[in-house]
């Protein structure tokens, strides 16, 4: 689902895959934290979202905004009535 076509349709931030990507969540913060040798570790990621820390929550703030927008628009084609969110984010 195509959601930012203003920045093109070639650039991967365009698209709920990429915007909506725990993976790439974990990652910002990873790197806005500057823990750039292991720019996936989710335990490093939720530990500074937890402990309240502001680069870390800026970014988790906007990925579960992309996430609440990606479901509203699903929900306005398909009106389903549960919506489930796998992964090990669901966690």
């Known amino acids: 689902m195509i959601t930012n076509a203003g920045i093109g349709t070639k650039n991967m931030a365009a698209y709920t895959g990429y915007t909506c990507s725990a993976v790439n969540m974990i990652k910002k913060v990873n790197l806005a934290l500057g823990n750039v040798t292991n720019v996936d570790d989710g335990v490093a990621a939720f530990k500074a979202i937890n402990e309240e820390d502001l680069r870390a929550l ?34």
């Open 58 to 91: 800026a970014i988790f703030k906007r990925y579960c905004r992309n996430v609440a927008i990606m479901i509203i628009n699903i929900q306005t084609v398909v009106n389903a009535s549960k919506f489930v969110i796998g992964g090990d984010i669901s966690a």
